[in-house]
């Protein structure tokens, strides 16, 4: 079985800077490819950016380009979002999605963490 535990949302004022956090544990054999989606309030969710852990390759959202980083460190099965230059639209629960091979099994498969909430106001 495997988990992914989301960390560090929260309350910030625009222009400020967040990192959010996620951690896999569990049966793992290998990451495959990571994500980070968010869903604001009567919107669907969307793919914010992502990144390949073999090759460490990135993808983002146009509305995130220069301001959001992700990045990872493997050794610790974690995935952060480096959030910059956060907007009030930036507002929404972000979550974690996880490619990820267990052990004793021959395919990846999809895992979600449980989100967290990342708000931009004065």
């Known amino acids: 079985h495997v988990r992914l535990a989301e960390s560090g949302g929260g309350l910030v004022q625009p222009g400020g800077s967040l990192r959010l956090s996620c951690v896999a544990s569990g049966t793992i054999y290998s990451l495959v490819r990571m994500g980070w989606y968010r869903q604001a309030p009567g919107n669907e969710r969307e793919l914010v950016a992502s990144?390949?852990?073999?090759?460490?390759?990135?993808n983002y959202a146009d509305s995130v380009k220069g301001r959001f980083t992700v990045s990872s460190d493997n050794a610790k099965n974690t995935v952060y979002l480096q959030m910059d230059s956060l907007k009030p639209e930036d507002t929404a629960v972000y979550y974690c999605k996880g490619v990820i091979i267990e052990r004793n099994n021959l395919g990846a498969e999809d895992y979600w963490g449980q989100g967290t909430q990342v708000t931009v106001s004065r």
């Open positions: 990144i390949i852990i073999s090759s460490a390759s990135t």
